[in-house]
């Protein structure tokens, strides 16, 4: 069974404090790591995909990479704005099931 | 344009009654999917379905049946509703099954269930 954990669960920055996100997935063949940003009350909203080990993709202060056994959400000096739950997702080779997500970090960035 | 639309966003109900939340999508995709976002905020996968199959997940009860009139809707059907069942449901929908592609969510329905 496809698995993802991201940690940590919720994290506290200050406004222009780099950090980063991380998501472990254990998968039978990853056929593609998805990242979403869900703000309150609101469906998930798709930021980036990654297919195999080495890519990396950027928007704006957010920079995704990929291992073969992890995902990083980097983000370079955030913005209040930035404040939102980040969910990571796989699908696996078994995939017509659709996407394993994790429960998310909750980050939240203060002026 | 909303892409994903759904219908109610939010369902209040008793226990042992019928719902159903509505699902549409303007994107032209072939594939859409339910998911149901638990009280800690976790989602999980409940069907996908394009017109060639329907995927249910194991852990489903029976008491939920997707149905689609046409391929740019796909609405949920719940029966006899408990109190378990509250939750937030996600319509989702993709160009095509699986194949690496990008699911673009809805905004939820709210459902809870008295």
């Known amino acids: 069974e496809d698995q993802v954990t991201q940690s940590p669960e919720a994290l506290r920055l200050q406004e222009g404090e780099s950090s980063s996100l991380n998501c472990s997935y254990t998968?039978?063949?990853?056929?593609?790591l998805f990242w979403y940003r869900q703000d309150p009350g609101k469906g998930p909203e798709f930021l980036f995909t990654?297919?195999?080990a080495g890519e990396e993709k950027e928007k704006e202060r957010l920079k995704a990479t990929l291992t073969k056994k992890e995902s990083f959400l980097h983000i370079t000096a955030p913005k209040p704005e930035d404040s939102a739950t980040y969910l990571c997702?796989?699908?696996?080779?078994?995939?017509?099931?659709?996407?394993?997500f994790g429960k998310g970090t909750h980050l939240i960035i203060q002026p | 344009d909303t892409a994903v639309s759904q219908t109610p966003k939010y369902l209040v109900t008793q226990m042992g009654n019928d719902k159903s939340i509505k699902c549409e999508q303007n994107l032209g995709h072939d594939t859409m999917y339910w998911y149901k976002q638990d009280s800690k905020k976790f989602l999980k996968i409940m069907f996908s379905?394009?017109?060639?199959?329907?995927?249910i997940n194991e852990t489903v009860p029976n008491r939920f049946s997707p149905k689609s009139p046409d391929k740019a809707h796909l609405n949920l059907h719940i029966n006899s509703l408990e109190l378990g069942d509250s939750a937030v449901y996600f319509c989702a929908s993709s160009a095509t099954q699986g194949l690496r592609e990008t699911q673009y969510f809805g905004p939820g329905t709210r459902l809870l269930v008295l």
């Open positions: 997702a796989v699908e696996s080779r078994g995939g017509a099931d659709g996407l394993t």
């Open positions: 998968v039978s063949g990853l056929r593609g």
């Open positions: 990654l297919y195999s």
């Open positions: 379905y394009n017109n060639k199959e329907l995927i």
